[in-house]
Each structure stands twice: as structure tokens, then as C-alpha cells.
């Protein structure tokens, strides 16, 4: 079955600490993986996808096929990433996603 | 360029009403995905629409929820008649024709409308 596992509800962190946020997934087929992120307020938002290999905002997320995770890190947090996270999979060739439960990260200074 | 747009922003009815939401997708997107969060839990998805054609309506919960895309363009989900267990965020998220993006399935998200029944 398709699944994405978010362990953690809440991370918080202190500004300028590191911040990795688990995902890990099922999935039978071959995998594609996002993170969306909702700041208070504003909607939910593409923030890094696994084929891009991009680092955004200081993000990165690496697919790791052999332990079937896709770890959201962040090696100095800013308060401004204070938010909702989603780790998402996507299921079918149309695009449909399947998401995590989410995880809050609270960054203080 | 606005965005996906949803309305209501927020709504609250009784449990037996009908409520009816709509989502405006960035105009020239022919995917139209709706989802919803339920308190506590993960955003689940509901159906998917190409252009004005339910392409997948697998995670519509039961026949009080109909789904529609007049002309391939806004759609509307309304539930009829409300329960308690239909509380929740509904959101709507569209995108292009993977053809025009390259293969990027990414997905524009609208605020959500938040459906409070009591």
C-alpha cells in the first residue's frame, strides 16, 4: 500500500540550529517525491521536489531509495521557517499526491 | 497573475444543509485536483478532473459529494446533505498539461475553504 509517514508533529528548533524533518514512504512504484510547506496565512506551497535536485531556501532533500525516505534538512534554521511541512508522493501518472500528516516546525530565536 | 482562488473562505452550516464550494484554477491549467484536510489528519485527496472529464474520483467519500467542472473551467464540490465528519479544510490545487511543463506534475494550491458542520 501507499503511504508517507511524517513521525514528528512538532519540531522545535532554535534559530541558527540545524532542522531535519523525517519522511519516509511506501510506494511500489518508481517514487516522486515533494515537499510542500504552508506559512501562517498563506497557502500550501511546492517547496522542493526530489528530480530537481535544488536546494531552496536553504532546504535540501535527498531520496534515498534503500531506506524509502526523502528527509527535509536545513543546516542553520531562520524564524521565518516557522511553518506546516508536507512530505508528499505522488501515486498515478496524473499527478495525484499523496501526503504525510505534516509536521509543525517552530523556529525561536 | 491571481492564483487559484476558492470560495468561501470559511464555512458553517448544520448538519443536514447542503454547502456548495468552488475553485477557480489559474486560467489555461487543465488539472484540477480537490483535497481535504480533516482535523488531525493528513490532506486526502479527493478527485481529479482533466479539463471538464473526472479523471480519478477514487478518494470521494460517498455519494453526498458531487463534483463538477462546467466547460473545463471552475469547478464545484457540494455535499448534500452535510454530517458532522465532513468538517475540514477543502482545498483545490491545479495544474498544466505535463506536455507544455516538461513532466513537472507540480500543483498550485488555492487558500482552502474551511467547512465547519454543527
Known amino acids: 500500500a501507499q503511504r508517507v509517514t511524517q513521525p514528528e508533529k512538532l519540531l522545535s528548533v532554535f534559530k541558527g540550529a540545524p532542522v531535519e524533518l523525517k519522511c519516509n514512504y511506501s510506494y511500489s512504484g518508481s517514487p516522486e517525491l515533494f515537499w510542500y510547506v504552508q506559512y501562517s496565512r498563506q497557502r500550501l506551497q511546492l517547496l522542493l521536489r526530489?528530480?530537481s535536485r535544488e536546494s531552496i531556501k536553504g532546504f535540501t532533500a535527498d531520496l534515498n531509495k534503500g531506506e524509502t525516505s526523502f528527509h527535509l534538512k536545513k543546516p542553520f534554521a531562520q524564524e521565518e521557517d516557522s511553518a506546516m511541512y508536507y512530505c508528499?508522493?505522488?501515486?498515478?501518472?496524473?499527478?495525484?499526491?499523496?501526503f504525510g500528516a505534516g509536521t509543525q516546525v517552530v523556529v525561536t530565536p | 497573475e491571481a492564483g487559484v482562488t476558492q470560495f468561501p473562505s470559511h464555512s458553517v452550516i448544520e448538519k443536514g444543509q447542503t454547502v456548495t464550494l468552488r475553485c477557480d484554477p489559474i486560467s489555461g491549467h487543465d488539472n484540477l485536483y480537490w483535497y481535504r484536510r480533516v482535523m488531525g489528519k493528513e490532506i486526502k485527496f479527493l478527485l481529479h478532473f482533466v479539463k471538464e472529464s473526472k479523471q480519478d474520483e477514487s478518494g470521494m467519500p460517498n455519494n453526498r459529494f458531487l463534483a463538477e467542472r462546467t466547460g473545463g473551467t471552475y469547478s464545484t464540490l457540494k455535499v448534500q446533505p452535510a454530517e458532522l465528519e465532513d468538517s475540514g479544510v477543502y482545498f483545490c490545487a491545479s495544474s498544466q498539461d505535463r506536455a507544455k511543463t516538461g513532466g513537472s506534475y507540480e500543483q498550485y494550491f488555492g487558500p482552502g475553504t474551511r467547512l465547519t458542520v454543527t
Open positions: 508528499a508522493l505522488r501515486t498515478d501518472s496524473w499527478g495525484k499526491l499523496q
Open positions: 526530489h528530480i
